[in-house]
């Protein structure tokens, strides 16, 4: 499924100039930063996540991938100081009570950490996308992996955050998968 994240974030950024920075929030394995940053060679990219064990595997990914990556250790902005042009997540958002029913093969071997989005399984992108806002430059993209269920609220908060051109892209199954939108050009930081 992140695939589909990457091809959307990649078919808009060809109607806009190339990113010069980008973050990549709740990085995990590095896989979304370190693609980004081969194919797009931006200036900055910057890859955060609060799990050190995740950082871990991150940064051993991008010391053989791409080691122009930087990772963080960052519970979402806490750590974030500069502005991007653009954002990209894959956080959490599994319900903790679809977290309780998923296949052993899942559940045993991926860290709860990294698939819990809390009760309704939106606490993450509601928390990034309060503050995105102060992390991205004008016109800056901010762009979503979400749940097969969750476009229509991801994008109805995205568009009550101020964000423009928000759109839902589905996945090869016919699923939401993606969900992104624009920084207002003339907004400043802050």
Not at 8 to 14: H, I, P, R, S
Not at 117 to 138: H, M, R, S, T, V
């Amino acid at each position: 499924d992140t695939e589909t994240v990457l091809e959307e974030v990649l078919d808009q950024l060809k109607q806009s100039k190339k990113p010069d920075t980008i973050l990549d929030i709740c990085t995990g394995s590095g896989c979304i930063a370190i693609s980004l940053a081969l194919i797009l060679n931006p200036e900055v990219c910057i890859g955060t996540d609060i799990s050190e064990k995740a950082l871990k595997i991150a940064k051993a990914n991008g010391e053989n991938l791409a080691p122009m990556v930087k990772f963080i250790q960052s519970d979402l902005f806490e750590n974030v100081t500069a502005s991007y042009d653009l954002i990209i997540s894959n956080p959490p958002y599994i319900t903790t009570e679809e977290c309780g029913k998923l296949m052993p093969e899942v559940k045993d071997h991926e860290p709860m950490l990294a698939l819990d989005g809390k009760e309704d399984g939106l606490y993450f992108y509601k928390k990034i996308i309060k503050e995105a806002k102060n992390y991205l430059n004008p016109d800056g993209m901010l762009a979503f992996e979400i749940g097969y269920d969750q476009g229509w609220a991801v994008s109805s908060m995205m568009k009550e955050a101020g964000f423009e051109d928000v759109c839902v892209k589905k996945d090869l199954a016919r699923n939401d998968r993606v969900v992104c939108g624009h920084k207002h050009l003339c907004e400043k930081r802050g």
